[in-house]
């Protein structure tokens, strides 16, 4: 196996990194292009051994590098950041090299939110405190202390952008990294150990390993030494990993699929109601939070069919480097097949495709649209993680709260309406972890951040991130002299 390939002009080393230095498996895996289908190189595949040697590293580290004062990790924090945004171009292509996304969305809105990633929980961080308080003279200091090692295991849809979103305030609080990123898109993840490296993080506080879950992935989740695990990935893969952490109870923080609602009331603004619809389309649809069961009011449904399809069909799809392609292809041929075979299902069961239904070359899949689907149909139910939305139509805000609710997961809702009272009404009832009113995707780091229900657990964001990632310290102080026990 070769330690380094080339990737689009750019140099990634395809071995872990575990305790500052490269570390090579026996075996690999083929990482593949979504784009053509063709490999791109063969990745170090880590299993237990691996997994024991990155948790040591980090488990090494961690009391150096808890003990140094927040203002020095911070400034550690903002120089990744700093290589991340002189690398922006280089972390875009391969990315979208890697998972077939826009490469104009990684150059313009994903790498430099990687950065920020970094700044706002360094920043963060230095805000970060808590007022003491009084009991009978005594003094209430709570503290934020660092937990130890932490396994960060994330998914391949927005592979460096989810992974900073915990590796940044897992750090930031104190604590060492052991990250493995996804199978599908393993590439980035290794470009941001080499930034964390010249950036001036200590050897073992970050790791990075790499290696299919199901080889890996126990060793890690069930590691005595490790004290916190954050997963973003698929419910299946959630509950193994939840069974492995009870072995030692380590706190988990859960952010997993969705199967969210998009509501579209008569009195919506209809352009901008169509606009936001036709944006779940982005990354061929495959974005946790997508709001893909379109619920529109009667009255309006068939005007705002009419104006989507318009919209919809106009879309480019084609190679993500291309500036003009609006939708790339699917991550991979099994996730093409997955999502094709929910849409024969559902076409089989009497739904019928408005647009698409059908696969497109390679791995393209073509956006689509499927009306005369019922509630409880497997594709109205179940994540399809691609470019496939549901129409169903609702005669009233109290069936339109049923039907958005009506299913296993409660990760995000969006709405359109001209009425903010219906809006603050409706979001009241919703089950959800974030609710858009007109808009969608406006995300701020400071911000509480998780699904309900199947959608995760925990939330994450700003202080709720540090609430995670610490262990929160009470500690009382007697007055000077005091004697009384009780
Ligand atoms: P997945 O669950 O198949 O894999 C996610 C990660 O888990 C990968 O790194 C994989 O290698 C690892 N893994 C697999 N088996 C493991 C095991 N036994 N132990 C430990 N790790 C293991 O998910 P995916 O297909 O990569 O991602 C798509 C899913 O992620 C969708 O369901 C999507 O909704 C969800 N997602 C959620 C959010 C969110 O913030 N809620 C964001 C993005 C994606």
């Known amino acids: 196996m070769a330690d380094k390939i080339n990737v689009a002009g750019v140099t990634v080393d395809t071995r872990h990194w575990i305790g500052g230095r490269r570390v090579a498996s026996v075996g690999t895996f083929t990482d593949s292009s979504p784009i053509d289908g063709q490999p791109i190189g063969e990745i170090a595949r880590g299993g237990p051994a691996e997994a024991e040697a990155a948790v040591a590293a980090a488990r090494d580290a961690f009391p150096a590098w808890a003990a140094t004062p927040r203002t020095e990790r911070a400034r550690i924090l903002h120089a990744v950041a700093d290589g991340v945004e002189k690398r922006i171009e280089e972390l875009a292509i391969v990315e979208t090299t890697d998972n077939g996304a826009l490469l104009r969305s990684h150059r313009r809105g994903v790498m430099p939110r990687v950065a920020h990633n970094f700044r706002f929980f360094a920043d963060w961080l230095l805000e970060l405190g808590h007022e003491d308080f009084e009991t009978r003279g005594h003094r209430n200091h709570v503290s934020w202390d660092p937990a130890g090692p932490c396994v960060l295991i994330t998914p391949w849809n927005a592979p460096l952008m989810l992974a900073t979103w915990k590796v940044a305030p897992a750090l930031a609080a ?13 590439l980035t993840a290794s470009l941001l150990a080499d930034i964390a490296a010249e950036a001036g993080l200590p050897a073992g506080v970050l790791n990075v390993v790499q290696g299919y879950g199901a080889e890996i992935g126990d060793a890690l989740t069930s590691h005595p030494d490790v004290r916190r695990i954050s997963f973003t990935g698929s419910v299946p893969t959630a509950r ?3 069974a492995s952490a009870a072995v030692n109870l380590t706190p988990l923080s859960l952010e997993l699929g969705g199967k969210s609602p998009l509501l579209v009331f008569a009195d919506a603004d209809l352009d901008l109601a169509v606009d936001l619809a036709v944006e779940q389309y982005d990354n061929a649809g495959q974005v946790c939070l997508a709001g893909t069961r379109l619920l529109v009011e009667e009255p309006v449904a068939e005007e705002f069919t009419r104006r989507f399809v318009a919209k919809a069909t106009a879309l480019r799809q084609g190679d993500p480097r291309d500036e003009a392609t609006d939708i790339g292809p699917t991550i991979h041929l099994r996730q093409l097949e997955k999502i094709d075979g929910f849409v024969q ?3 089989d069961a009497g739904a019928r495709a408005v647009i698409g239904g059908r696969r497109g070359d390679g791995q393209f899949y073509a956006p689509t649209l499927l009306t005369d689907v019922a509630q ?30 009506g299913t296993r997961f409660g990760l995000a809702a969006t709405l359109a309406t001209g009425d903010l009272e219906r809006a603050e009404r409706v979001a009241a009832r919703l ?10 995707f406006v995300r701020d ?3 509480p951040f998780g699904g309900s229900r199947l959608s995760g657990v925990g939330r994450e964001g700003g202080t709720w991130s540090f609430d995670f990632y610490c262990d929160l310290k009470n500690t009382v102080t007697a007055p000077k002299g005091f004697k009384d026990h009780g």
Request: one cysteine or more; a negative charge.
């Open 174 to 186: 104190g604590n060492t990294v052991v990250l493995k990123p996804a199978e599908w898109s393993p």
């Open 240 to 242: 193994r990993i939840a």
């Open 345 to 347: 299902r559902a076409i």
């Open 376 to 405: 409880d149909s497997e594709v109205v139910q179940e994540e399809v993680f691609g470019p496939v939305l549901t129409l169903q139509t609702f005669a009233d805000e109290e069936e339109a709260v049923r039907l958005a609710n």
């Open 431 to 440: 089950v959800a972890g974030t609710v858009w009113v007109n808009c969608f």
């Open 445 to 447: 780091l400071q911000a």
